[in-house]
């Protein structure tokens, strides 16, 4: 009889989930169009309930990815400084809780320090803040931007199978020498997004996100949060 051990998963797979992090800065380097093609085409055996398969894809690349982080720049540069502005800009669901409590407070807040203050930048310092915020919407300068969709009359299972889809996208693109950073900060600006990426009105954007070639010279690559053990988010019952 084989042994369960026997099946443990490639050391390949392993490699990728434990690599794949959110890239924070590209290289210039242009990610074949044929290859692109191929993470989307492995990204869709994601599960799905009922078999829905919900996921919508926008890839952005050349002129059209300048446009639209051109337009988003200058609306978030705006929404900086004017509150009227901001107000305009409403993402189409709330990604984030309106009430923060704990642990997660203190995770966010780890996560967000540890990044300004790896690139130094101190409390209270709001224009180097803004400067690294506006870098979302320049996809950290990678040559590809997808921008992912949903229609919205399916319901938040839904993004449960998004979720899966956009796993096996990513996991796809480190098995292939590849970075990506999902991008929730994207949703905030649909109203600009939509008409430059061909969105109807009846899709929800759930996501952005940036991919490319890491640029390892960087020192905002060299950011890692830190992960919580599985021991204490697992509950064994026998």
Known sequence: MTSPLEHRATPAVDDAVRSRRSVRAFLPTPVDAALIAELLELARWAGSGSNTQPWKVTVLRGAALAAVVE??????????????????????????????????????????????????????????MQAQHVRNFRFFDAPVGLIFTIDRILARGSLLDYGMFLQNLMLAARARGLHTCPQAAWNRYVDVIRPLAGIGPDETLVCGMALGYADTEDPVNAFQPPRVASDDFVRWLD
Do not use: M, N
Request: glycine share 8%; charged share 30%.
């Open 71 to 128: 337009q988003v720049s200058a609306a978030d540069q705006a929404s900086a400084t004017d509150p009227a502005e901001a107000a305009r800009h409403v993402a189409d669901y709330d990604y984030y809780p309106t009430t923060w409590t704990e642990p997660y407070l203190a995770r966010r807040r780890q996560t967000g320090w540890g990044l300004y203050g790896l690139l130094g930048i101190e409390k209270g310092d709001k224009e180097r």
